[in-house]
C-alpha cells in the first residue's frame, strides 16, 4: 500500500456500523477545560473485525462510550485478509502520523506493530489488547485475567448440565486461549471432578480462520453435542456465533465470551439458550486508556483487570439463569473465592 493509497483509506475508515463512513467530528478537542491536543481516537481491530459479537465489539463499544463522553474524533479500521506485520504497522503509524491519541491495537497480533509505532511517535500514547510484552513509557498493555471468568462459566456449566457432560470450544490453539480452557476445566472439576469435558480447538495458527469462521465454530459445536455435551463454552471471537447458533438450534446451553453475548442483535434468534457469558470488558479497558490520555495522565506499563476490578466477570443477563438459584448461589461463591484468594485459577490447562 502506498503512502498516498494509506491516506485515502485512512481516511474513508471512520466510524460508523461499516467502519468505512468518515468520522463526522473528528476536530474535537476534548471537554471543555481540557488540555488535549489529539484528533481522536485510533482504534485497529483484530481478526474478524467489527460485528464478531464479541471481542472487536467489545472494543468498539467502549470507543463509541469514550468518543460520546469525552466530545471528541476517532476512526476505527478493519484488518485486511492475509495481511502481513508491516501492514499493521503502517495502520498505526498512519493513525498516529494524523494526530490520534490514543492509538489502540486490539489484539495480540498488534503487539510488533505497537512496538515499531511507538518508537517513532514517542509522544502518542498506545494501547494493546491481550498482550503485555511490549515494553515503553508511551505504551499501556490492557490485559486481563480471562481465567478467572472462565472458571465462573465453568461452574455455571457444571451446575446447569444435566448429562455430566459439557464442551470446550477454542479458537485457536495458543497460550492466551489455553487460559479460557484452563479456567474452565478448573471451575468444572470444582463442581464435580467426574464431568466429561470436550475439547476441541478451531485452528493452530489465526490466519487460519480460527476466530473469524462460523462455520467451523458451528462444526465443532455439532461435534461435540453428538459426542453427549448439553453445555458449550466458546472462546472463539467471531466463530463464536456458529457454536451459539448450532447449540441454540439443538436446544442445549451454550456460554458465551468477551462480551455479554446474550445481549447481541446478532444472537437474539439463540439469546434463550445462552446461560451467560465469561465477559472481560475490553470496551472498559479502551475507555480508561482514553480517559486517560484526555486527562492529561496517560496509563503506561501493564494493566491488569480481574473479577475484583469488575472487568472480568460472568454475565447474568438471562433470566432463566437467574431463576436457577443454585447455580447463581454456586457461581456467586466461586467468584468470592476468587477475590478474596481462596482459590487460584491456573492458567495453563
Known sequence: MTAAFAVLALAAAGCGETSNEASQDDNSKGPAGSSYKGKGIGLAYDIGGQGDQSFNDAAYAGYSKARKEFKIGGVDMEPGDGESSADKVQRLEQLARQGYDPVIGVGFVYAPAVEAAAKKFPDTTFGIIDDNTVKADNVADLVFHEEQGSYLAGVAAAKATKVKHVGFVGGVDIPLIHKFE??????????????????????EKPEEGGFSSPDKGQNAASGQIESGADVIYHAAGLSGQGVIQEVGSQKKWAIGVDSDQYKQKALAKYKDYILGSAFKDVGGAVYDLTKSVVDGKPMKGEQRYDLKSGRVGFSDSNPKYTEMKDVVAAVEKAEKDIISGKVKVKIVP
Open 182 to 203: 484452563a479456567g474452565f476445566v478448573q471451575g468444572v472439576k470444582s463442581v464435580d471432578p467426574k464431568i466429561k469435558i470436550e475439547k476441541r480447538y478451531l485452528t
